[in-house]
């Protein structure tokens, strides 16, 4: 039977999902996705799916993947949601369709325990502090019983713990085969178990960094397989372009001179000054910072000529002379004792690419990207391409499954259909063609599918935009707006999600909304930045439970997407302003350019479209479910007063419209009474 009519009969009424799960109802543009996808697998070549909220594409991409019986590749943007798919719904679907599938999870380097660092980490100067000291030891005894490594195990690690990076490695510090505990390497055996698998699941900087730089296995484990899925594909461009291009920190400097003093004190004491040669690599980077200006906060400098804007160019250049002095010194110092500890061979290859870094840095950019720096405790210099289209046409759309070249890269095409892409998010663009996304990624020539939600916008969902509201330009708009929200908020007992577009905005609102209700014994205000976001997360979907008070959050950046809330703690989403790419960024300012240059209007063909398409993706936190009701709010009136706003407002789900204040005080109200247990609101 052809995998096209095995995966029909799966979602049919009465089929296999139906008979598992009394609950399961077939949808048809769930089956109608599946069906593409299992099309794709069978013929070869590239697919890209926009599948609305509440279609059920994990299950439309696993089905037939499975079924399949090839290698496959799942990449996601989050580690969440390969946990999820790893622990969840893999195992669940696998059991469901009597398949033995061996299945891995990979993750990158910084996501796993080193033992090797984890020991080193007693001797660090941090490791003394008690917070720090009492975290550590915590770890410590955690990794006698974890068999994966995967900090993810560790509950109430922090993300933002100073522990993290003492206790794992990265691709600078990694000793490798050199490296004593070696043969318990977590990041190994996770690799190990990748190439022996029928199912890998990885994220985007993992497969990115991997193309970049063919560091995390990928290079070994891409030839065998034969079907690639990117699940939540609408951040591919931006992730790639993070790897393909070239970045080089003051931090990347700093802890290559932490790795110099340790090591050279441990191995080799007395057999060079480290302490001398780590303090000048440590002063030369400081130097190099304050050679970029004083600046509060962070910020981007154009770097189009020889030197970043408002940067003295005398002061720049003798800053990145003193940084590869001090780089060479230690080189010289390393390259003596070298054959003592593998420690100061990866420490020698770590100066030799700094070295190569800063002579990069140190003359003209290229041509075909974009340069910057970011300034802020620390500072990155970055220069990037502008979008993934050309590595992904001739690096890998254009490579056949099988076999592996010299390079490591698959060589002559393999007999039989092509390796098979799939490339799926909620969101992809707001046109017919997704060129939002396709341009980009590469993608013009792959076959396009749009399946719509499978919710009824118009029966849960309104959306209203506030008329009396100032100008978003107008410097009281965040303020308006936030008494606006903390009225509305009060009326509905929280569930009140604020998105802004700037970090500005966010500390504006999140203050304004604290004072507001300082000592209030019914809300509880969270402010992204001030808790770890798994925390902040967890205490909104609580909402009101157990008698804790009702929340709104305020945030901004990672939370517009991803972040999933189904129920009654989250009815009341409202967007700041509407989502303009920012125009000083070096990147966008360079994507603009070339638009213009090449005769087309940026505003139109780009600046548009990245609007619409982060307005829907924030849109998309309110209805989460059949049965969640809610009402989206756009804080910013040129949504209906500029002629762009029609665009605009097709790209979001058609909710029904609140015309007036009254409307929305009806609906809200409506909402007070009503759980999403109940039937739609009116």
């Not at 070549?45 to 599948?51: S, T, Y």
Request: aromatic residues 6%; charged residues 20%; proline residues 6%.
């Amino acid at each position: 039977m052809a995998l096209v009519e095995m995966v029909q009969e799966v979602f049919a009424p009465g089929g296999v999902l139906a008979r598992a799960d009394t609950h399961f109802q077939p949808r048809e543009g769930q089956t109608q996705m599946a069906m593409a996808v299992a099309h794709t697998i069978e013929a070869g070549g590239a697919l890209v799916v926009e599948a609305g909220t509440g279609v059920g594409k994990t299950f439309s991409y696993l089905v037939p993947a499975l079924l399949s019986g090839e290698r496959v590749l799942l990449s996601t943007a989050t580690k969440a949601l390969q946990d999820q798919l790893f622990a969840r719904d893999l195992p669940r679907l696998a059991q469901t369709l009597g398949l033995p599938v061996r299945m891995a999870l990979l993750k990158g380097r910084a996501s796993y325990l080193c033992l090797y660092r984890m020991e080193l980490a007693r001797q660090d100067v941090s490791a003394r502090e008690p917070g720090v000291a009492r975290v550590l030891a915590k770890v410590e005894s955690w990794s006698h019983g974890t068999r994966s490594g995967d900090l993810a195990e560790l509950t109430g690690l922090d993300e933002r713990s100073p522990v993290i990076p003492l206790v794992t490695s990265t691709r600078e510090n990694c000793l490798g085969s050199q490296c004593p505990r070696f043969r318990e390497c977590h990041v190994h055996l996770a690799r190990r178990e990748a190439l022996a698998a029928d199912i890998v699941v990885i994220n985007h900087h993992l497969f990115f960094a991997d193309v970049a730089v063919r560091e995390s296995g990928m290079a070994e484990l891409l030839p065998s397989v034969r079907v690639v899925v990117f699940d939540e594909a609408h951040q591919i461009n931006e992730t790639g372009v993070q790897f393909l291009g070239l970045t080089l920190s003051t931090g990347q400097l700093m802890d290559f001179g932490r790795g110099l003093l340790a090591a050279g004190l441990q191995h080799a004491r007395g057999l060079a000054d480290w302490t001398g040669l780590a303090s000048q690599v440590d002063l030369s980077a400081r130097d190099l910072r304050l050679a970029a200006g004083d600046m509060r906060g962070s910020a981007k400098l154009r770097w189009t000529d020889e030197t970043p804007e408002s940067v003295r160019p005398d002061e720049w250049q003798a800053a990145l002379r003193r940084v590869a002095l001090a780089c060479a010194q230690a080189q010289e110092a390393l390259d003596t004792v070298s054959e003592i500890a593998p420690d100061f061979v990866r420490l020698y290859e770590r100066g030799t690419e700094l070295l190569a870094r800063l002579a990069h840095f140190s003359g003209p950019g290229n041509p075909d990207a974009v340069r910057w720096v970011d300034v802020g405790p620390q500072l990155r210099l970055t220069e990037s391409p502008l979008d993934i289209a050309e590595a992904m046409r001739t690096r890998l759309l254009a490579t056949p499954a099988e076999p592996v070249g010299d390079d490591g890269w698959p060589g002559e095409p393999a007999a039989g259909p092509g390796r098979a892409w799939v490339f799926t998010s909620a969101t992809l663009g707001d046109d017919e063609q997704l060129s939002w996304f396709t341009e980009r990624a590469g993608l013009q020539d792959a076959q396009i599918l749009r399946v719509a939600s499978s919710f009824d916008y118009g029966a849960q969902a309104a959306l209203y935009v506030p008329r009396h509201l100032p100008s978003p330009a107008d410097p009281s708009h965040s303020m308006a707006l936030a008494r606006w929200v903390g009225e509305a908020a009060a009326q509905l007992g929280g569930r009140t999600l604020v998105l802004t577009t700037t970090l500005k905005a966010l500390r504006t609102i999140g203050d304004a909304l604290k004072a507001q209700f300082a000592g209030s014994a019914a809300l509880e205000v969270l402010v992204q930045g001030e808790w770890p976001k798994r925390r902040l997360m967890e205490r909104f979907r609580e909402g009101s439970e157990h008698g804790q008070q009702g929340c709104v959050l305020v945030a901004s950046a990672t939370f517009w997407e991803g972040f999933d809330v189904p129920g009654d703690a989250l009815q009341l989403v409202v967007i700041d302003k509407l989502p303009f790419p920012p125009p000083g960024d070096p990147l966008v300012e360079a994507r603009t350019q070339r638009i213009e240059k090449s005769g087309g209007k940026a505003f139109k063909s780009y600046a548009l479209p990245e609007a619409a398409v982060a307005l829907k993706q924030g849109a998309g936190r309110l209805i989460r479910r059949e049965s969640d009701q809610g009402i989206l709010v756009v804080g910013d009136t040129r949504l209906i007063t500029m002629g762009y706003g029609k665009r605009l407002l097709a790209a979001l789900p058609p909710m029904r419209r609140l015309e007036s204040e009254p409307e929305f005080e009806a609906a809200l109200q409506a909402l007070t009474r009503a759980s999403t247990t109940a039937p739609p609101f009116p």
